[in-house]
């Protein structure tokens, strides 16, 4: 063999023994990547998901959310069965239940008088009443939690104000708190924002409608509100003393009901039909 020969031989042999060595040491470094990448992310899922807690250092407040979101919608749909009217004393029976009038006569050929012209400000009131407690409550809850895990919390008096549009309904929660970590580390909270997606504005909207169609003309055609909603259910339901109950319902179990009386019929004369 040639001195070139063994030379060639040579370097053939330290380049596949360092490329075997750089391709251990990939190996173990693409490794060690992977391995700290599953160790980061079981982090982040324990804190965040696993880790059961009201503020976080992004303030996404999962829990304190969920605790007014529940009850608010339990809220939502027991207000509808009353239209929205809490402590309503002037009601009929149907199905062994109170039904609130919002439009009523006792005189014949009469339009009805509208008792309650600003039904979604009339819901927005009674949620907000019902809902201040359960706002405080939620609140106190993600105080107590604050402090079980080791941090200086001060906190004042809370402000909520309810309102409900398109998109369902929002409060703006007023809740200055100062929240100081173990480490010293700390933050201000000022406000946040609770939402829940909802159909009740367009329910509202619905009974409005209704509401001025019986007062003008004693009657109102649901079938035109089913043909534009179709998600939604309106059904009427006509007795013999010319009361009719209305019943508007969605699919997340909302059911919206109230009574009217308007140009009333006596008894052995015809009424409208629909």
């Given at each position: 063999m040639s001195v070139i020969q063994k030379r060639i031989l040579g370097l053939n042999h330290f380049y596949n023994t360092n490329l075997n060595r750089n391709g251990s040491k990939r190996g173990q470094v693409t490794?060690?990547?992977?391995?700290?990448?599953?160790?980061?992310?079981?982090?982040?899922f324990s804190y965040f998901y696993l880790y059961p807690?009201?503020?976080?250092?992004?303030?996404?407040?999962?829990?304190?959310?969920?605790?007014?979101?529940?009850?608010?919608?339990?809220?939502?749909?027991?207000?509808?069965?009353?239209?929205?009217?809490l402590g309503s004393d002037f009601n009929t029976m149907y199905m062994d239940e109170n039904i609130s009038f919002v439009c009523y006569t006792n005189e014949f050929y009469k339009p009805g008088v509208v008792l309650h012209p600003f039904l979604k400000n009339d819901f927005e009131n009674s949620l907000s009443r019902v809902m201040a407690p359960v706002i405080q409550d939620c609140?106190?809850?993600?105080?107590?939690?604050?402090?079980?895990?080791?941090?200086?919390?001060?906190?004042?008096?809370?402000?909520?104000?309810?309102?409900?549009?398109?998109?369902?309904?929002?409060?703006?929660?007023?809740a200055p708190?100062?929240?100081?970590?173990?480490?010293?580390?700390?933050?201000?909270?000022?406000n946040f924002n609770v939402n829940l997606p909802s159909n009740i504005y367009t329910i509202l909207m619905i009974a409005n409608s209704i509401l001025q169609f019986e007062s003008?003309?004693?009657d109102s055609d649901v079938s035109s509100f089913m043909?534009?909603?179709?998600?939604?259910?309106?059904q009427?339901?006509?007795r013999?003393?010319?009361?009719?109950?209305?019943?508007?319902?969605?699919?997340?179990?909302?059911?919206?009901r109230f009574a009217t009386r308007s140009y009333a019929w006596p008894a052995g004369y015809g009424s409208l039909n629909g």
């Open positions: 490794i060690f990547i992977i391995v700290a990448i599953i160790i980061v992310a079981v982090i982040l807690k009201f503020f976080s250092q992004a303030d996404s407040r999962p829990m304190l959310d969920r605790c007014i979101q529940d009850e608010m919608e339990r809220q939502v749909n027991q207000l509808s069965l009353s239209a929205g009217l609140y106190d809850r993600a105080i107590d939690e604050l402090v079980a895990r080791g941090n200086d919390v001060i906190s004042g008096n809370i402000k909520s104000n309810l309102t409900i549009d398109m998109n369902g309904i929002n409060i703006l929660i007023d708190t100062s929240i100081t970590n173990s480490d010293g580390s700390g933050k201000i909270i000022k003008s003309y004693g043909f534009y909603y179709p998600n939604l259910n309106v009427k339901i006509r013999d003393d010319s009361v009719k109950i209305y019943i508007i319902t969605d699919k997340k179990d909302i059911k919206y």
